[in-house]
């Protein structure tokens, strides 16, 4: 599944906002919630009749079952479920059960005035259920006056479906009918094997092929009128989907699976393993999307998207996340993790593979510069006190929804990532096809995994891989002085806050594989396996301890030694410049070094060429500004000196030109945001408007990497007028990359009146549950709104709550880390402690430690920041 924070790409965005606003850790286990493991599914049959029109559905459901021992019940899982009629068939006899419910733990025990002997059993189901308005199990999305019926069943909500064994280890096999109105589209998991008329008039029942062994979380059904657009690719049958007003921009989303496709076959050395590939852009879809086996769902705005006059970004975003879905056919689906414990391998694999295949179709992406800076937001993540290890308990439904948070994700994807530049590509390409030549169709566990890894390489990836999963944070390296071709170093756990540091964290250590830059981009790996210790250096002009950016560790230099490299940092690739930029910004925050030195060092850079180098000195000149910065005497200094030191870079790159690179297009992009948002040039906020304006009304006028930016500045510093105009967008486009962002962007004006109206649209019930928190949680985030934004949470609470989705109320709680006074802090946690969320104290537990950080952080830095900026406006630096 990709999930919402890693659906938004934009690296210095991404995880210091949504996924720090998702990240928790898990709460002590409630193992009562696991199902007996007596009973083990075969095969489900399921039959279903969705009515629409009532917000209903029914079904009729055969289970074979195999007993490992007799028994008079069987538990599975089920929730918003009333069962009708219970039989179990043994063969011999049929005995009708009695149904007991636990809703607590969403499971039902059915009772046999009998024995079931061991061995098979079938078990008959009739049920009724509700088509809800959760965005989970089977529930109702509308669009345009239509209603759809679809489903999103990770992790536990298949249960609200149909009674299932509800657990990633229970695989079996499904054959799928759905009753259905004549003229709805359905489509589930395989292929259609017939569609006939009735059985009553106005209805068509089309039965599926049954699916190869899977998991109930991977099942999918979905009814309603949808269109297609068709591909294909190695022989395998592609569409993508989508309501009638919108299908006309899927063609790139088939575009992406055709390449994606047949890359995918050749790395893993094994064909897709369905009949065929459906994806399906919903209205109303609370994730990015979710990779159920041969029909992955998505939010519109992750799918769908205007080729021609789309922002090279949302081009990128939506193959991300189908590359993203995709990699999980293989990986999660074909092979599933045994537990939600080792979610982080499926989720992590997903995350580091989506950017193979685009690396090789669009290499004018660069795409190892996005993998770079989304390594660094991971450590940033990973480096707070409120973190936990990769692999975590989760046993209860709450529980498990939190795992989907940046560590699994990005953590998990960045040490893949690491071992894969430990080992070399080819070698890394065959443990991942062994593992999933030895596991197929089945479930397996990490070190299944790591132990493919160990046997193809011989080398102790089981051991690298065991300590970056058993312990959580980032390591910090540092370096002694070369001498005699060797080089001492040592470890330690590294904190963005010191006074978090513990007597546990000073006893960690990890076995690193450290590379070493040799020439141009070839690299010299050695493995530190203990605390302190001495690595053989390289003979190279210049001492660099990440070559090749992939180290999962951040780095210290003797002052001789990180001099030299800052002097030559234009020497270095742009991923490992953007390292060096991370390590910089990091080792600031953690009181090593000093505000003024990132200033510095991002001066140097203002003339580089890689945008994404570019976009992280923007992400730390933001948290300058945000976070250091006490005063607004004090942001006015920072607005000057980035106004002045980076407008005549902006300038120089002109106004865009037909022909020219996406790099070139989103490096002139960020250069306008900076300077006309932090900078608050008046020059370009003017101008930002006119851009805007003609970017919503006539996309095409207006090259559109340049124009989203825009809006952001234009909306920031918009009136009446210009939020009509970017709430008509909202409501009325039919490209869905366009409409969301100009939505998102109605809770950036800064007037508050123009705030209040923001809000009120978004806890009015006028816009999407998937959507209206978010509106909030960006608002909370940006200084210019937070404290509107919070006055009006604390005044509605009320409105605000009946807006919660799943994930919902965890994202609002976690934006609240974006504040920076202790008393804010104190109200936030007051009012959460008497308002409460479901499956929130951790994000609130997260919140509270980053506003603490940020107050140490403020009174550390916010001197050296003044200081520097003075000496700088009087040409002393």
């Not at 916010?862 to 630096?877: D, E, F, R, T, Y």
Request: overall charge negative; glycine content about 8%; aromatic content about 10%.
């Amino acid at each position: 599944m990709t999930s919402l924070f890693s659906f938004i790409r934009r690296p210095a965005m991404r995880l210091a906002a949504v996924a720090a606003a998702l990240l928790s850790i898990a709460t002590p286990a409630l193992v009562g919630q696991r199902l007996p493991a007596n009973a083990r599914p075969e095969h489900y049959t399921l039959r279903l009749t969705p009515d629409i029109d009532k917000a209903t559905f029914s079904g009729e459901e055969t289970i074979d079952v195999t007993l490992a021992q007799s028994a008079d019940s069987i538990t599975l899982n089920a929730a918003e479920i009333q069962f009708q009629s219970v039989t179990a068939n043994t063969g011999k006899h049929e005995l009708k059960a009695d149904v007991s419910l636990d809703e607590g733990k969403q499971q039902a025990t059915l009772t046999f005035p009998g024995t079931l002997p061991a061995g098979t059993v079938k078990l008959k189901i009739t049920y009724t259920g509700i088509l809800n308005n959760e965005l989970r199990g089977f529930y109702l999305s509308k669009a345009e006056g239509r209603r759809y019926a679809v489903t999103q069943f990770e992790p536990t909500d298949a249960r609200r479906a149909f009674p299932s064994f509800d657990e990633p280890a229970y695989k079996a096999t499904f054959e799928v009918t759905m009753v259905a109105p004549k003229d709805d589209m359905v489509i589930s998991n395989t292929n259609v094997v017939s569609d006939t008329a009735g059985p009553a008039v106005g209805e068509h029942t089309v039965q599926f092929a049954r699916t190869p062994k899977m998991s109930t979380y991977l099942v999918a059904f979905l009814v309603g009128d949808f269109k297609c657009v068709e591909g294909k690719s190695d022989g395998v049958p592609i569409r993508a989907c989508a309501t009638p007003e919108r299908v006309q921009y899927a063609h790139f989303a088939v575009e992406s699976a055709e390449y994606i496709l047949h890359y995918y076959d050749n790395y893993f050395g094994i064909k897709y393993p369905m009949p065929k590939l459906d994806m399906i852009g919903i209205p109303d879809f609370e994730a990015g999307a979710m990779e159920n086996f041969g029909a992955i769902t998505y939010r519109e705005s992750a799918m769908l998207v205007d080729e021609k006059n789309a922002p090279v970004e949302a081009k990128v975003e939506v193959a991300a996340v189908v590359a993203h879905e995709m990699a999980h056919q293989w990986f999660g689906d074909m092979v599933t993790m045994n537990w939600w414990n080792n979610i982080w391998l499926n989720e992590g694999f997903a995350t580091w593979m989506e950017n193979k295949p685009l690396a090789a179709w669009k290499p004018e992406w660069h795409i190892d510069e996005q993998v770079a800076s989304e390594l660094n937001g991971a450590m940033n993540l990973d480096a707070q006190r409120v973190t936990r290890t990769i692999r975590a308990e989760a046993n209860t439904p709450d529980e498990i929804n939190e795992m989907f948070d940046g560590i699994t994700y990005e953590k998990g994807g960045s040490i893949l990532h690491m071992v894969e530049g430990y080992l070399g590509e080819e070698t890394f390409r065959q443990g991942v096809h062994n593992y999933l030549q030895a596991h197929m169709y089945g479930n397996a566990t990490a070190e299944d995994f790591w132990n493919a890894q160990s046997a193809a390489s011989k080398k102790p990836v089981d051991k690298i891989m065991a300590s970056f999963i058993a312990e959580p944070g980032v390591p910090l390296l540092s370096f002694g002085k070369v001498a005699n071709g060797e080089v001492p170093v040592s470890q330690s756990r590294f904190f963005l806050n010191p006074k978090n540091e513990t007597e546990e964290a000073k006893g960690q250590v990890w076995m690193v594989p450290v590379c070493f830059k040799t020439e141009g981009t070839q690299r010299n790996c050695e493995l530190l396996t203990s605390k302190e210790g001495t690595l053989k250096a390289p003979n190279a002009g210049l001492f660099y301890a990440d070559g090749g950016g992939a180290g999962y560790y951040r780095s210290a230099y003797t002052p001789e030694d990180y001099a030299a490299l800052l002097s030559h940092v234009t020497a270095l690739t742009a991923v490992e410049r953007i390292n060096v930029v991370g390590d910089e910004l990091a080792l600031m925050r953690a009181g090593k070094s000093r505000a003024g030195d990132f200033l510095s060092l991002a001066a140097s850079l203002k003339n580089d060429d890689s945008a994404a180098v570019t976009e992280n000195v923007i992400g730390g000149i933001e948290t300058l500004w945000t976070r250091v910065a006490a005063t607004e005497a004090e942001r006015k200094q920072l607005s000057t000196w980035v106004a002045s030191t980076y407008g005549p870079r902006l300038e120089s790159l002109g106004e865009p030109k037909d022909g020219e690179t996406p790099e070139q297009q989103e490096l002139r992009a960020e250069l306008f945001g900076l300077v006309g948002g932090v900078g608050q040039d008046s020059k370009v906020i003017a101008e930002s408007r006119q851009i805007a304006e003609q970017y919503l009304t006539e996309p095409g006028k207006v090259n559109a990497t340049l124009g989203r930016e825009a809006l952001g500045v234009a909306a920031t510093n918009g009136d009446a007028a210009f939020f009509d105009v970017v709430q008509k967008t909202a409501e009325t486009s039919k490209e869905p990359t366009l409409a969301s962002q100009a939505l998102y962007e109605l809770a950036r004006f800064k007037d508050p009146e123009l705030m209040r109206r923001a809000l009120d649209y978004a806890a009015s019930g006028k816009v999407r549950n998937q959507d209206a928190i978010t509106l909030f949680a960006i608002a909370l985030r940006s200084p210019n709104t937070q404290d509107n934004a919070w006055q009006y949470i604390e005044q509605n609470w009320s409105k605000v709550k009946a807006q919660f989705t799943t994930w919902a109320g965890g994202e609002l709680v976690g934006s609240t880390a974006a504040f920076c006074t202790a008393q804010r802090g104190e109200e936030v946690k007051d009012f959460f402690t008497t308002h409460k969320v479901a499956a929130s104290a951790n994000a609130l537990n997260r919140s509270q430690n980053s506003i603490h950080d940020c107050v140490d952080l403020r009174a550390e830095q916010s001197g050296n920041l003044k200081q520097w900026l003075s000496s700088s406006a009087s040409g002393l630096m």
